[in-house]
């Protein structure tokens, strides 16, 4: 068996005093597709922010691709990486937010050929070349000139997913990708992830759309409390429901 | 010796005081915009160390704005005005009163622009920064290209209100004697007997650079807006 391509062992962190999850430990295959449920306020978007490093955390490690990120240990004390390398390392994975988080001063093209650009360091008629062809795959060839305030919310995540998705990352992690979202357009957003997910690319999406995590997932995390309470297979979490909270939990979701 | 001969028309006297007035104007021009050129380049740098600096770095700043923003611009042309002339003759340096004049109007400008640089900036959602960050961009990148832009569209409306309140303030200079356009209209007042006309001359002066100023800035709001919500 080759070694997982993210690996989350014992991980804590915390907000002050306040312990937003601790003990986490996960696996995740090239290849597959992970979401991670729960109730609110249980630590799912922090444990994703924190695999981008967008968050610090202080106990445990992540290592992507067989490399710890974000902290080393110098003379015995664990040390923050300099921005410098943490930007690096976060290249090797990308992030669609709740908010989409578009750069509103930008048409779509220029929104994915911004990191292309600047930290990929591409020449321009590349760059433009991969945007559009990202694009392209989102389905969004005819909007490639428009600002993101004249695109509707389902269109600006699509062009958020393709931003991401340029770079090339070998993890896409999605935040919510579709709560801040009407729900007609709830629809057009899943489809495009699942045909990403089809396609073989790596992914961890934190989403209370639990019909969509049970046909795509190759692995649930069910998230409780600050603690990982449950990992296994879509039919393991959604139909046998060992875990009383977990029963509880997806009992308020009516399926 | 002055001149009382009445029978040389309004007109003909302005003409006669053309190169006075235009040296005046020269002045104005030279002091406002290198008190705006000057003020506006350490009025961002101020704005981003109090937006991003650490607290301890950003203090000295902070008291720096609040104190110019809240002395009259009259009082802040005085105290620099002696003190630093003071200072520098003691150290053996002579400063034209122009320069004097320039650096005065370059703080009180410094101090606006850096509240308005602030203000844009912290108005810009965190996740901007979060987005760029997750593309793996670094903070100078995240600045120059995601939240200098956005900001400056913000800025650019107060800003050229700005720049037209320094010209306005530019006429206090008269009263450490720099020879701008408002001490000319003094001069020529005094000469002659025709406040209102002289008066009225100047203002419609200043009048026509500001909304040259207003214009220019519309023009350019034009050609660097956004589609906004």
């Known amino acids: ?255 | 010796m002055i001149n009382i001969n009445t029978n040389i028309s309004f007109w003909e006297r302005i003409w006669n005081s053309r190169t006075m007035i235009i040296d005046g104007l020269s002045s104005t021009i030279l002091v406002s915009l290198g008190a705006i050129v000057l003020g506006t380049i350490l009025g961002v740098i101020i704005g981003l160390i109090i937006t991003y600096g650490n607290k301890y770095v950003k203090m000295p700043f902070k008291a720096f704005v609040d104190i110019v923003r809240g002395l009259p611009l009259l009082v802040t042309i005085f105290i620099i005005y002696y003190y630093l002339d003071y200072i520098l003759k003691s150290i053996g340096i002579v400063m034209s009163p122009m320069i004097i004049g320039i650096i005065a109007l370059m703080i009180f400008c410094s101090a606006q622009v850096s509240e308005l640089v602030r203000g844009a900036l912290q108005n810009i959602p965190k996740q901007q920064i979060d987005a760029g960050r997750a593309l793996g961009m670094r903070f100078p990148q995240i600045l120059k290209d995601i939240l200098l832009p956005q900001a400056l569209v913000e800025i650019l409306p107060p800003w050229v209100n700005s720049a037209t309140e320094i010209v306005k303030g530019s006429t206090l200079l008269s009263l450490v004697s720099i020879a701008e356009l408002m001490l000319v209209g003094k001069q020529l007042v005094a000469k002659h007997p025709r406040a209102l006309a002289y008066y009225s001359l100047i203002g419609l002066i200043y009048f026509t650079i500001n909304t040259a100023i207003e214009l220019g800035g519309k023009a350019l709001e034009k050609k660097i807006s956004f589609v906004k919500k």
């Open chain 1, 1 to 255: 068996m080759t070694e997982p391509l993210l690996k989350i062992r014992n991980l804590g962190k915390s907000f002050g005093k306040v312990k937003v999850f601790e003990g986490a430990n996960l696996d995740v295959n090239e290849g597959e597709v992970v979401t991670i449920i729960g109730p609110s306020g249980s630590g799912k978007t922090t444990l994703l922010r924190c695999i981008n490093l967008l968050e610090q955390f202080e106990e445990g490690s992540i290592l992507l691709d067989g490399k710890e990120v974000g902290y080393k240990v110098e003379n015995g004390k664990r040390k923050r990486y300099s921005e410098h390398v943490i930007a690096e390392q976060r290249q090797m994975t990308g992030m669609v937010f709740q908010q989409f988080n578009l750069f509103p001063h930008m048409t779509a093209l220029k929104n994915v050929m911004l990191g292309l650009i600047r930290v990929k360091k591409l020449p321009h008629d590349e760059a433009e070349k991969i945007s559009r062809k990202w694009l392209e795959r989102v389905g969004l060839a005819d909007k490639v000139d428009n600002y993101p305030a004249q695109l509707s919310g389902g269109q600006q995540q699509r062009v958020a997913i393709a931003r991401a998705l340029a770079m090339n990352p070998r993890i896409v992690l999605f935040d919510e990708a579709t709560s801040a979202l009407d729900p007609e357009l709830v629809g057009e957003v899943l489809n495009v992830i699942k045909q990403l997910a089809n396609d073989g690319i790596t992914m961890i999406l934190v989403t209370h759309e639990m019909r969509f995590a049970y046909e795509v997932s190759d692995k649930v995390v069910f998230m409780d409390g600050g603690k990982i309470a449950a990992i296994g297979t879509p039919k393991e979490i959604f139909e046998d429901r060992a875990l009383p909270r977990l029963k509880e939990f997806l009992y308020n979701f009516n399926i």
